[in-house]
T-cell receptor, first 114, second 111 residues
Framework: EPEVTQTPSHQVTQMGQEVILRCVPI?????FYWYRQILGQKVEFLVS????????KSEIFDDQFSVERPDGSNFTLKIRSTKLEDSAMYFC????????????FGQGTRLTVV | KNEVEQSPQNLTAQEGEFITINCSYS?????LHWLQQHPGGGIVSLFM???GKKKHGRLIATINIQEKHSSLHITASHPRDSAVYIC?????????????FGKGITLSVRP
């Protein structure tokens, strides 16, 4: 069964460092998303991506964040200068269509900023 | 902005019991998703609903669009059903395709 894969599963980084979280969405999917979940809190939307551009972003997704689909298969989330409060589980998701289609989630990357 | 509320907050059940988890939302939606999250954090999609009812194995999901309410039922519950169950909705309007999540219900099924 096709699946969304994320790497790494866990990353520890020093405050102020840049991190890149990687995702390989399902191959025929057109819509890509990043969500995050701070420990003990609900999952929050970060950004959606379609047709090689951001289609929507939340207020969390400030200038420190960027997304890219560099080679037609990978979908990356970059955090330029990490802060302690960026520590969270980051989920990548993809779907075939925009609205009435199922969302498939990766297993998540647990980011710990120290 | 859509608000998604889930109840009860935590739920403990005995193996074999019938379980109901509820979700209500505030604004019209195009679809509602039920998701399962196990310890360790991975999220698995259980159902996507825009109307009516769906069944998969021991799981049944229903939605009432007029009342803005959905329920997830687990029949003959088993300890392996222990997980967090999350309701998430896609809004109906505009280009918005993101999911808005509820806080999730932590279910523990005792043997």
């Amino acid at each position: 069964e096709p699946e969304v894969t994320q790497t790494p599963s866990h990353q520890v980084t020093q405050m102020g460092q840049e991190v890149i979280l990687r995702c390989v969405p399902i191959s025929n999917h057109l819509y890509f998303y990043w969500y995050r979940q701070i420990l003990g809190q609900k999952v929050e939307f970060l950004v959606s991506f379609y047709n090689n551009e951001i289609s929507e972003k939340s207020e969390i997704f400030d200038d420190q964040f960027s997304v890219e689909r560099p080679d037609g298969s990978n979908f990356t989330l970059k955090i330029r200068s990490t802060k302690l409060e960026d520590s969270a589980m980051y989920f990548c998701a993809s779907s075939e269509g925009r609205v009435e289609t199922e969302a498939f989630f990766g297993q998540g990357t647990r980011l710990t900023v120290v | 902005k859509n608000e998604v509320e889930q109840s009860p907050q935590n739920l403990t059940a005995q193996e074999g019991e019938f379980i109901t988890i509820n979700c209500s939302y505030s604004v019209g939606i195009s679809a509602l998703h039920w998701l399962q999250q196990h310890p360790g954090g991975g999220i698995v999609s259980l159902f996507m609903l825009s109307s009516g009812k769906k069944k998969h194995g021991r799981l049944i999901a229903t939605i009432n669009i007029q009342e803005k309410h959905s329920s997830l039922h687990i029949t003959a519950s088993h300890p392996r059903d222990s997980a967090v169950y999350i309701c998430a909705v896609r809004s109906k309007t505009g280009a918005n395709s993101k999911l808005t999540f509820g806080k999730g219900i932590t279910l523990s099924v005792r043997p």
